[in-house]
Each structure stands twice: as structure tokens, then as C-alpha cells.
């Protein structure tokens, strides 16, 4: 199976919370990260996580880690039209020297 | 901060003709560059990781005579697809590791091959 799954659609209506998953499967991650890529762009780093870490917060963002079953989570609260993108949910497994692991990417879609 | 650049953002070549595409970061030093590759609706996969002053480590199925890097300073490392056929059109994006753990990516270079 893949390294990094997630689903590769989510809608949500204007103003409710969005809640996009992620699931990994190999244990050694040491950092997990959420990343975001409007059409035609590149990606534009959200936020990470640190593996011995459960949860992170940032402004309307919560990052939820479960560890024992592999599982990353992106919370965006009140979510907005210009929320609407791709989601890349991405490991590393080593330091500075590896590259990122990245999972298909969910579309956020908001309807309103 | 944080920010990088690529150049250029779109190319348009003929088969048999080589590309070269910069990856620069522009307020910080990066001994490590990676450059990615994604096709249309995938994600991104690692081609490979470009290490100042050092050969690149190039992913396992990625050709290093047809994607030759360079990575001459610890702001600028360039990509160039050799002899590029249509089957190498695709999205190009590097990022440059600022720390252990930060990644971040430029603009992404859209390269068509006719």
C-alpha cells in the first residue's frame, strides 16, 4: 500500500469546520506536515508536527496526531472560500538531508 | 521569511532540446535542495536531493543523465532536463530545507515538451 494515504475529496459548507485525514505507515516519521496548493501553484507550508508531539494549534488550524494508529488530522475552523484547495499531508522520516513523503492530496471544496 | 523563487515558471521546448530550470532561496542559506516532480491530479514524488557543493542523490527510477543537477551555491541549485521528450512534460517544484524539519517550496515550473 501507499506510504501516505488520504482521501482525495472533502466537502464542506462555508462556516463549518473542516476536517481533512491522514494515514501513515511507517513509524519512524519524525515530522508530519500539512501542506496547501492552490491551482497552478506550489505548495505553501500550513504547519508540522513533531512526532512525540499530540496536538498543535494554530489560529484556525488544529493538527491532531495519534501516533499508535499511524493517524494525522487538519482541523480548519470556520472554513472560507479561499480555504479551497489541495491539502498534502507529508512525512519525513530523518532530518534535513531526506526529502518529504507526500500522500495523494485532498480537494477541500466549499460549497457555500 | 522563508521564501523560495524558480525560474522559470512555464517553458515550452521542442523534443530534443534541453531545459534548465533555477531554484533559488532568497533570504536564507539551504545546504539541502530537493526537486519534485508532479504529474496532473497526483502528488508530488522526490526526484532527488541536491547537496551543496556534493553530487546529487537521485530517487530509485529517476534518470541522473537526463535530470542533471547542479547545486553551485547555498541559494541556487538547478535542474536540467537533457535531450527532453513529451513523456518528461510535467510540474517541477523544488523546496530548500531551511532546518532539520523545514521544508519550503518554490513556484513550481510547468514544462511542456512539443
Known amino acids: 500500500g501507499e506510504d501516505v494515504e488520504q482521501s482525495l475529496f472533502l466537502s464542506v459548507r462555508e462556516g463549518d469546520s473542516s476536517v481533512i485525514n491522514c494515514t501513515y505507515t511507517?513509524?519512524?516519521?519524525?515530522?508530519l506536515y500539512w501542506y496547501k496548493q492552490e491551482p497552478g501553484a506550489g505548495l505553501q507550508l500550513l504547519t508540522y508536527?513533531?512526532?512525540?508531539?499530540d496536538m498543535k494549534q494554530d489560529q484556525r488550524l488544529t493538527v491532531l496526531l495519534n501516533k499508535k494508529d499511524k493517524h494525522l488530522s487538519l482541523r480548519i475552523a470556520d472554513t472560507q472560500t479561499g480555504d479551497s484547495a489541495i491539502y498534502f499531508c507529508?512525512?519525513?522520516?530523518?532530518?534535513?538531508?531526506?526529502?518529504?513523503?507526500f500522500g495523494k492530496g485532498t480537494h477541500l471544496i466549499i460549497q457555500p | 521569511g522563508a521564501v523560495v523563487s524558480q525560474h522559470p515558471s512555464r517553458v515550452i521546448c521542442k523534443s530534443g532540446t534541453s531545459v534548465k530550470i533555477e531554484c533559488r532561496s532568497l533570504?536564507?542559506?539551504?545546504?539541502?535542495m530537493f526537486w519534485y516532480r508532479q504529474f496532473p491530479k497526483q502528488s508530488l514524488m522526490l526526484m532527488a536531493t541536491?547537496?551543496?557543493?556534493?553530487?546529487?542523490?537521485?530517487e530509485q527510477g529517476v534518470e541522473k543523465d537526463k535530470f542533471l543537477i547542479n547545486h553551485a551555491s547555498l541559494t541556487l541549485s538547478t535542474l536540467t532536463v537533457t535531450s527532453a521528450h513529451p513523456e518528461d512534460s510535467s510540474f517541477y517544484i523544488c523546496?530548500?530545507?531551511?532546518?532539520?524539519?523545514?521544508?519550503?517550496f518554490g513556484p513550481g515550473t510547468r514544462l511542456t515538451v512539443t
Open positions: 523546496s530548500a530545507s531551511r532546518s532539520s524539519y523545514e521544508q519550503y
Open positions: 511507517d513509524s519512524s516519521s519524525t515530522y
Open positions: 508536527i513533531f512526532s512525540n508531539m
Open positions: 507529508a512525512e519525513i522520516r530523518g532530518g534535513g538531508a531526506d526529502g518529504l513523503t
Open positions: 533570504d536564507f542559506q539551504a545546504t539541502t
Open positions: 541536491s547537496n551543496e557543493g556534493s553530487k546529487a542523490t537521485y
